[in-house]
């Protein structure tokens, strides 16, 4: 019986397949698929728009009290270009489909995933949600609590919600819950697929590639202060210190409190911001979010940080954390676009799986003999609603 000879698509498809197998955060949030890049003056540059819900406030009474819709958008860049570069013979085009993907296939897309993962692992740094079980190791109580963080923030209860545990995390909370049943189904996706099952209401993960965060220097209890009354907006004035903040920095301030999404009311929690910018130390403007929003629709906290109120951080001075991830898929959006396909090479094929673009291009290089190879994906990644992930930080 004759060889059957792979072709480009089947070639693609397969690549695709494997990949998407093995991006476990990715997998996991919202994926999406633009094909104006395919059509022909059709494009549209690399900033895509992405709306966010509409938020209103309700009337008491029978009078008329008109509001404005105004209308709320991420703006998300398909910019990074990242894939494989390879050589394959025609040969080995001759190979069945399962023994060229194990040979070629499957370490090419391990370590694409490896990388397009830990790109999209740098959205950690957006979410201003924690729970602080510094110190300790991760407790089931502490995954609770992020699960209350997301029911707080009215993140859907559905089948979309996951948790992506570091492997330190991960070996502290099985052996807490080592005692507990679990059927072989899962123990079975355990061992063979990464998953550690679903309870709590997500799917739980175990990942090797959740970047670390290093703390600025300011200790929890930062000594800075508010310098200001009535402050709003994604940046606050704070008195002098000499200690420094980074980006993906936790904090609270005095007297700025978390109110309900809807109700409005206040929930007697202190809101919690992210540090979205280094900050050098001394009198100035700390970068946070979410912004500060007293009134209306998007009404966030009860009241602006107290003048003069502490300014607190989660976590110590210059502390290592690996926080482990509960998250909605709505939280986080990873989109591709397609690639040009050039016209007169050997091979050449361009695909989609599950909102994932992927180009392969082959060409024979005369010079050397060979046929030089490249697998190229196309992304971009946001964070839409950092409201609907929380961080668990442990150890």
């Excluded at 104006?36 to 549209?44: D, E, F, R, V």
């Excluded at 799917?203 to 200790?219: R, V």
């Excluded at 709003?232 to 200690?243: D, E, F, L, Q, Y």
Aim: proline share 3%.
């Amino acid at each position: 019986m004759p060889n059957t000879i792979l072709t480009p698509t089947a070639v693609t498809r397969e690549a695709l397949r494997v990949l998407h197998q093995k991006l476990t955060f990715i997998g996991n949030i919202n994926r999406q698929y633009d094909d104006s890049y395919a059509k022909k003056g059709a494009k549209i540059g690399s900033d895509l728009k992405v709306r966010l819900p509409n938020q209103y406030v309700v009337r008491s009474g029978a009078n008329l009290s008109t509001q404005d819709t105004t209308e709320q958008s991420v703006t998300l860049q398909v910019a990074t270009q990242k894939g494989v570069d390879l050589t394959f013979s025609s040969a080995e085009l001759t190979l069945s489909l399962d023994d060229f993907s194990k040979r070629i296939l499957e370490p090419a897309m391990a370590v694409l995933a490896a990388a397009m993962e830990a790109d999209a692992y740098s959205m950690a740094l957006d979410v201003y949600q924690a729970v602080n079980g510094i110190g300790s190791a991760i407790t089931w109580k502490n995954v609770l609590l992020a699960r209350k963080a997301l029911n707080d923030a009215l993140a859907p209860i559905d089948n979309d919600r996951s948790v992506i545990l570091n492997t330190q995390d991960n070996a502290d909370l099985v052996d807490t819950l080592k005692g507990l049943f679990q059927d072989s189904s899962q123990i079975s996706k355990q061992y063979r697929e990464g998953m550690m099952g679903r309870t709590a209401g997500a799917d739980f993960y175990e990942s090797t590639i959740i970047p670390s965060h290093t703390t600025g220097t300011a200790l929890s209890a930062t000594t800075y202060t508010v310098n200001g009354a009535g402050q709003t907006g994604s940046g606050v004035i704070v008195a002098t210190g000499a200690t420094t903040f980074k980006k993906g920095d936790v904090v609270t301030f005095a007297g700025c409190n978390r109110v309900h999404p809807e109700t409005k009311a206040d929930t007697g929690v202190l809101q919690q911001f992210v540090v979205t910018a280094d900050y050098a130390g001394g009198a100035g403007t700390l970068q946070i979010a979410p912004a500060i929003v007293t009134s209306g629709g998007t009404q966030n906290v009860s009241a602006s940080p107290t003048n003069g109120g502490a300014v607190t951080k989660v976590g110590a001075a210059s502390a290592i954390y690996k926080p482990s991830l509960m998250f909605h898929k709505d939280a986080f959006t990873f989109a591709t676009a397609d690639l040009v396909m050039p016209q007169g090479v050997d091979f050449a094929a361009r695909e989609v799986y599950d909102g994932i673009s992927m180009r392969i291009v082959r060409q024979y290089a005369i010079s050397t003999d060979t046929f030089p190879c490249r697998l190229d994906v196309l992304y971009g990644y946001k964070t839409l609603r950092a409201q609907l992930a929380a961080r668990i930080l442990s150890n």
